[in-house]
């Protein structure tokens, strides 16, 4: 099966409108051009908005989804039609010769013949336009039945819980950039049951900030450390969001029910004294429940009480490492 044309033949790569914060963060891309033309109180306010903005970003993570498909509205559509040779130019060709009536002129002239001849030979030429245009419609017709056929296939496929092809539509689609480009990346696999397993690959580190920026009443920026607290709550803010929005993608381009997603990061291993890589959050996300929530007012750290997960959290700690979420 041509994977590839099944799938962007059903343009599901459509994006959502982005939501405020992201649109704020290109806005402020723009503006780091300009930061060293900046005066000081000037760039004091571009950092904490800067800061403000990363924060607001990695607690909306969840807020974004692609456009869904529809798999069985898919699988059950009909074959493109096949297109008619509807001689429109031949038919324009014929009526106008059958219609001339030569003038005075023609006859005085002695043009009547002539201009029949014509007449005849733009007969022939549209016979020939017609037939040229008719093949360019079956040759496009063609391509888009073996699209169609592809599509439904897939479509099938796909709602007979086939796991080979719902990992193929997933690294088509790909729709989860945005998240890679926050410091995350995912692997995909099928558990004996059928159920997509993602593995996010968290870097929070990376991604959740160290510093508290803040300007003073003088203008002038203030830089401070961030309370371990404050910090462990905007990570797990940022790891549930994830969470989230992997589920809601995969909901998006696949027909499934549920999907399990479960996010890894680096932890300390006391017994080593490394730091090894371990779940520290696992969900078994149901599409009903998810589809219920108004995405734009949940708490993503709080919204994972509504479906069966693993999770060990302290505001003091942070994460624990936990096991992979058992599942109906």
Request: charged residues 30%.
């Amino acid at each position: 099966m041509g994977w590839k044309g099944a799938v962007r033949s059903i343009g599901a790569a459509v994006r959502a409108a982005e939501r405020d914060a992201k649109k704020r963060q290109r806005e402020l891309q723009r503006l780091n051009k300009q930061y060293e033309k900046m005066q000081e109180l000037e760039q004091a306010a571009y950092e904490v908005e800067l800061y403000e903005n990363s924060i607001e970003i990695i607690q909306s993570v969840h807020k974004e989804c692609g456009e869904r498909i529809n798999w069985k509205e898919i699988s059950a559509s009909p074959e493109p039609d096949k297109p008619e040779n509807t001689k429109k130019h031949e038919s324009a060709a014929i009526f106008a010769a059958n219609s001339y009536k030569p003038g005075l002129i023609d006859r005085i002239l002695k043009r009547e013949n002539k201009i029949r001849q014509k007449l005849k030979n733009d007969t022939v030429t549209a016979i020939e336009k017609d037939t040229l245009e008719y093949n360019t419609r079956l040759s496009d017709w063609e391509k888009q039945v073996v699209d169609w056929k592809e599509s439904v296939d897939l479509a099938k496929l796909l709602l007979d819980g086939d796991g080979e092809a719902k990992l193929q539509t997933i690294k088509e689609l790909d729709p989860f950039s945005e998240i890679s480009t926050l410091g995350s990346n995912l692997s995909f696999s099928i558990d004996d049951k059928g159920t997509v397993e993602a593995t996010i690959h968290i870097h929070g580190d990376d991604i959740v900030p160290k510093e508290i920026k803040s300007l003073l009443k003088s203008g002038k920026l203030s830089v401070k450390k961030m309370p371990t607290i404050q910090f462990n709550e905007f990570y797990q803010d940022y790891v549930c969001s994830c969470v989230l929005r992997v589920a809601n993608e995969l909901f998006s381009i696949l027909p499934d029910d549920a999907v399990v997603v479960t996010a890894i990061d680096e932890l300390l291993n006391t017994t080593t004294g490394h730091l090894d890589r371990a779940p520290i959050l696992s969900a078994y996300i149901s599409r009903n429940t998810l589809m219920s929530l108004k995405m734009d007012s949940i708490d993503p750290s709080d919204s994972m009480g509504n479906f069966i997960h693993n999770m060990s959290f302290k505001k003091t700690k942070g994460f624990e490492s936990v096991t992979r979420v058992e599942h109906p």
